[in-house]
């Protein structure tokens, strides 16, 4: 059983279409997060949700919109996408905010031309 | 702010050889610490965690790694690597916040040599 699953698996699109990743976790867990990982294969974190309120929002513009229906997803909806948006997009989710592991997808390519 | 520096960027190894991998993080508070492993074309994948207890901690496939809190190191081991073992590693840190945000290091590509 797929315990946190990501769709797609890869996407490539234009400049300035809006895209949406959609992430669904069957572990029963709290917490949902973004990261992405750049070409370098730096993973850095979006955003975070628990029991679907917003408790990470780094850094990242206003172009990127998570949305959270219930506990067991979490989506990323992604507005005028730009080159630099191009990167391997992973979910997870981890029983809670404190001492968990966090469980990973199996990542979204998304490509940008 | 919290970093997370992994030393060696790039190892290459034969089968067998001993394998040590250097981590090292700042922050000030108390952490949960993680190596994570990605292999080629997969999800990453926990190997080891420490939260607290006996500094020295095993994990999946052989390998483990020793907390050092002086030195603010985690590096990870293993006494004998296999070709399987080639991927990307990845050392994790997370304070002791309510957040769960893991503050990631650059990563290790490791390639074992049959």
């Known amino acids: 059983d797929t315990a946190v699953s990501q769709t797609p698996k890869y996407l490539v699109t234009q400049m300035g279409n809006d895209k949406s990743i959609k992430c669904e976790q069957n572990?029963?867990?709290?917490?949902m997060y973004w990261y992405k990982q750049d070409s370098k294969k730096f993973l850095k974190i979006m955003f975070s949700y628990n029991n679907k309120e917003l408790i990470i929002n780094e850094t990242v513009p206003n172009r990127f919109s998570p949305k959270s229906p219930d506990k067991a997803h979490l989506n990323l909806h992604i507005n005028s996408l730009e080159l630099g948006d191009s990167a391997v997009y992973f979910c997870a989710s981890s029983q809670g905010t404190g001492a968990y592991e966090q469980y990973f997808g199996p990542g979204t390519r998304l490509t940008v031309t | 702010a919290q970093s997370v520096s992994q030393h060696n960027h790039h190892v290459i190894l034969s089968e067998a050889a001993s394998l040590e991998l250097g981590c090292n993080y700042s922050?000030?508070?108390?952490?949960?610490l993680f190596w994570y492993v990605q292999y080629p074309g997969q999800h990453l994948q926990l190997l080891l965690k420490?939260?607290?207890?006996?500094?020295l901690v095993k994990g999946i496939k052989g390998f483990e790694a020793e907390f050092i809190k002086s030195k603010f190191s985690f590096n990870l081991r293993k006494p004998s690597v296999q070709w399987s073992d080639t991927a990307e590693y990845f050392c994790?840190?997370?304070?002791?916040?309510?957040?769960?945000?893991?503050?990631f290091g650059q990563g290790t590509t490791l390639q074992v040599k049959p």
């Open positions: 572990l029963g867990h709290d917490t």
């Open positions: 922050y000030g508070g108390t952490v949960n």
């Open positions: 420490y939260f607290s207890g006996d500094p």
């Open positions: 994790a840190v997370n304070a002791r916040s309510n957040t769960g945000k893991l503050i």
